[in-house]
């Protein structure tokens, strides 16, 4: 248990090194975060002394792992020039704050290719990635799948997996959410179904490429393709099929990290006790 590596989504607080301290107040040992306000284009560049202790506080922390998340606005499957010129700059700098900073993980949504067919969103979002992968470092970028809204890119592993086969860089995984899964039409309710799910994911993916997982209950049903997410438990999900996830090879390697609805620290405190209850022993 003590090995687990479990984190919120923890909002920024006065200043960048402030998640940690939140996350520990929470008992979380992993986190994901923002680098900056996630609902703009604009951002101030990070200075010496914030990188200096953003890096010593996680030194403190002992967090194996710190994942980030990209902004909302960027849409890397745009076929608009200048979205995409925008989305592909965003992507680049958030890649340079994770290296400075020393993120393991930067999680990106695939955006829409806005009707323009999947074709080009795969190729608009591999070719964004190539260019924020050209220079050297160690932070990887996780493809997150999507919950199939319309025109999305990447709500089904043929499009994660041919998204990888493009990239010419190692540094690429995928981070699969939970609530997306069931709301693309993925089964995950049950022992058997996550099994298949699973399998499925191993042929066309492979095991290998799943870095992190975001575990989240799902407003909506199965194949609804509503991205909403619910509480552990008190969703369509529910705790047989989080139970079976957790139980799947090699899971309890990986940062699981909650994105439920937050309303105070009881919810909180709730969500992490379900997920206590639910841990493989040992
Ligand atoms: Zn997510
Ligand atoms: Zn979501």
Redesign the pocket.
Known sequence: MSKAYIGF?VSLGKSIDSVFDTAQSMGCTTLQMFTRNPRGWKFKDLNESQVKSFREKREKSGFRFVVD?MPYLPNLASPVKSVMKKSREALVAEVERCERLGIDYL?V?LGSHMGKGIETGIRNVAEACNIALKRRGKTVILL?NSAGQKNSVGSKFEELSRIIDKIRSRRVGV?L?T??LLASGYDIRSENSVKETMKEFESKVGIERLLVL?M?DSKGDIGSNLDR?ENLGKGKVGLEGFKAILRYNGIMDRPI?L?TPYRDMKTVKEDLETLRSILPKG
């Open positions: 989504h998340h999680v949504h997150e981070c959410d609530c997306h975001h989240n997410h990290i994105e």
